[in-house]
């Protein structure tokens, strides 16, 4: 039980103090960025960019790669971080480093591999004479914005593709989890990594206004709320978005799937990271015949899961991120359940901690189906036959991924070509992410594309050199 379960991190005379989320202890402090500082820090972003585009690809490669090393050495301490800042449970938070490895290491390649193509400009009558190439140029300075719940990897996801293509980085961390961010800075510095490549900024709403709006940001990455992104749309000004903007990930579980590993497979896709996972499973979707028994093992299996401490090694959910979240969670359900949904297990908060909670009969008209809950809950819902399914994956405007469960071919095949999904999982929960495949949302769960080589591209820009070989009179 937590002894200070309330947790917003508190601003102090310019410093931003980082509580745990379990029992609000202060595990750190940071320097609040002014929003007034912006120009200073934009003015170190430049001689940053100047720098980046001269370092070779050899070099920004090796960097990538000795961090990753660095980070491998230093496991334990980046995943008990992370759980003190972040309330991931240990399993999870160690998870998390060695996705964080992966992504430096793919990045690191792609610093090597992907750095344009030749031309062929005889393949059209009138430019036999002409041969030239294409080259991957940096963009620049570019914004990123990272969320609280992947401290970690979610932040290497743009500063490993940054890096590898040659710009320099203006970052901002979630002022809620700040601490994992600056020790991977630190940590690329110190593989080598100039120092001026990447400038920190640590703040709220108004700081980050200041740093979408400048307009020598050449692109803004951000990870965040739906609201946030729009409101960055609307002050960026012309500059590159991408920006993966939640989910609301739907799971088909066909009559003739494999009953266990369905069940298996949609508990851990719920609650991972204490539900607050963008691709996290939200909405189980069960064919009629074998609901009840789907539901009963369901809740069975869901009611085992220890709530509790994070660095307890058998604890499976942590805290969640504050007490707000864990209100705003709550009152969704609340009002799913005032709207006529029944509630087969949890909901009964204590401070940050806000236990699995199964509902079904949920009515479609409530914001627990159709907007993204960022919470341990999940909603059971029958369906009848395979384009029933499909249509109630389909009805939310947030859609990052999807999973179904079959051992139908066909039926696996044409969910996911219909689905309208960044990516549709087959025989896998909703949350399985790869961290080298394209990874982003249809409608509005995203603009863009994360994944190392899709987000590299994004951050670097073709530039044409063509030669028209002259003939000599």
Known sequence: MMQ?????????????????????????????????SVPELLDRART??????????????????????????DKEDFAVLIVREAGKTITQARKEVTRCINTLKL???????????????????????????????PLGIIAAITPYNDPLNLVAHKLGPAIAGGNSILLKPSELTPLSAVKLVDTLVAAGLPDEIITVAIGGAELGRAI??????RMISFTGGFATGEAISKSAGIK????????????????????????????????????QNCIGTQRILVQRPIYE??????????????????????????????EKAVGRAS???????????????????????????VLENVPATCDAWNEEVFAPIVILEPFDSIEDA???????????????????????????????????MINDSSDYRFDAMPFGGFKYGSMGREGVRFAYEDMTQPKVVCVNRLKRS
């Open 48 to 73: 940053g960019a100047r720098i980046a585009r001269s370092l070779p690809r050899h070099k920004r490669s090796a960097i990538l790669e000795k961090t990753a090393s660095l980070i491998a050495a």
């Open 293 to 322: 028994r789907f539901r009963d093992e369901f809740v069975a299996q869901t009611l085992k899961l220890k709530t509790g401490n994070p660095l307890d090694a058998d604890t499976d959910v942590g805290p969640m991120i504050t």
């Open 212 to 217: 979408v709006s400048a307009k020598e940001v």
């Open 331 to 357: 009152a969704m359900v609340e009002r799913a359940i005032e709207a006529g949904a029944t509630l087969l297990c949890g909901h009964q908060p204590s401070g940050n901690l806000y236990p699995p909670t």
């Open 390 to 424: 499909i249509t109630l994956a389909n009805s939310p405007e947030y859609s990052l991924h999807a999973g179904i469960f079959t051992n139908d071919l066909e039926d696996a095949l044409d969910a996911a070509d219909r689905i309208e999904a960044g990516g549709v």
């Open 4 to 36: 200070n379960a309330a947790r917003t991190n508190q601003t102090v005379a310019d410093a931003i103090i980082v509580s745990d989320p379990f029992n609000g202890a202060p595990i750190g402090t940071v320097a609040e960025t002014s929003a007034d």
């Open 240 to 275: 590159k978005l991408a920006m993966d903007l939640g989910g609301n990930a739907p799971v088909i579980v066909m009559e003739n799937s494999d009953f266990d590993a369905a069940v298996e497979g949609c508990v851990s896709g719920a609650y991972w990271a204490a539900g």
């Open 107 to 137: 990045s690191a390649d792609e610093a090597k591999r992907n750095a344009g193509e030749v031309i062929p400009f005889d393949s059209y009558a009138g430019s036999e004479a002409r041969q030239g190439w294409y080259t991957r140029e």
